[in-house]
T-cell receptor, first 112, second 117 residues
Framework: AQSVTQLGSHVSVSEGALVLLRCNYS??????LFWYVQYPNQGLQLLLK??????LVKGINGFEAEFKKSETSFHLTKPSAHMSDAAEYFC??????????FGRGTSLIVHP | NAGVTQTPKFQVLKTGQSMTLQCAQD?????MYWYRQDPGMGLRLIYY???????DKGEVPNGYNVSRLNKREFSLRLESAAPSQTSVYFC????????????????FGDGTRLSIL
């Protein structure tokens, strides 16, 4: 069985501030982990993917995520938020079935 | 690059009507998926097709049927639409579902916004 918990349905930051979106997972096998971003009226786009090659994964648009096995976490960060980062973010885990399970999403709000 | 194309983009149905949502990908992917997205619920898997000729139920298959027409196309059918099926539907594809030792990222269409009155 696998599951994903995204803490906080909404996260609000000021432009230029640190972005931290939290994701905790459970998986009975070593997982594949993903972060996706969804802009209004669009489908999901891949931000980054963890496949055990390195615990710190760099993605597009300045985002990165760190895999911490002991904490079963895969939090997404960005040092400095831009207005264009405002979107919905989804964490997903894929275990033995290879079919991803998605979290409920976190809406990132960026204030000027 | 078209990627994953979904039609229609919007649709309004009356309860009891039927319709088919179309999805096509041009990336030569083996695996295709249908999800529904509802506020606060994330994406929930309706059906998937690991490869051409196979389909399997996901988390919420009731009220839906699918057809993997060929490697490119994967359609979702609502036989008798109900208001509870009002949602945004997304089709996605991946290179392969497991087997290669790697789980590729999913590529998504832009969705079909379906309202059932």
């Amino acid at each position: 069985a696998q599951s994903v918990t995204q803490l906080g349905s909404h996260v609000s930051v000021s432009e230029g501030a640190l972005v931290l979106l939290r994701c905790n997972y459970s998986s009975s096998v070593p997982p594949y982990l993903f972060w996706y971003v969804q802009y209004p009226n669009q489908g999901l786009q891949l931000l980054l993917k963890y496949t055990s090659a390195a615990t710190l994964v760099k993605g597009i648009n300045g985002f990165e995520a760190e895999f911490k096995k002991s904490e079963t976490s895969f939090h997404l960060t960005k040092p400095s938020a831009h207005m264009s980062d405002a979107a919905e973010y989804f964490c997903a885990v894929a275990g033995g079935s290879y079919i991803p399970t998605f979290g409920r999403g976190t809406s990132l709000i960026v204030h000027p | 690059n078209a990627g994953v194309t979904q039609t229609p983009k919007f649709q309004v149905l009356k309860t009891g009507q039927s319709m088919t949502l179309q999805c096509a990908q041009d990336m030569n992917h083996n695996s295709m998926y249908w999800y529904r997205q509802d506020p606060g619920m994330g994406l929930r898997l309706i059906y998937y097709s690991a490869s051409e000729g196979t389909t399997d139920k996901g988390e919420v298959p009731n009220g839906y049927n699918v057809s993997r027409l060929n490697k490119r196309e994967f359609s979702l059918r609502l036989e008798s639409a109900a208001p509870s099926q009002t949602s945004v539907y997304f089709c996605a594809s991946t290179r392969a579902l497991g087997g290669t030792g790697d789980v590729g990222p999913q590529h998504f269409g832009d969705g079909t916004r379906l309202s059932i009155l």
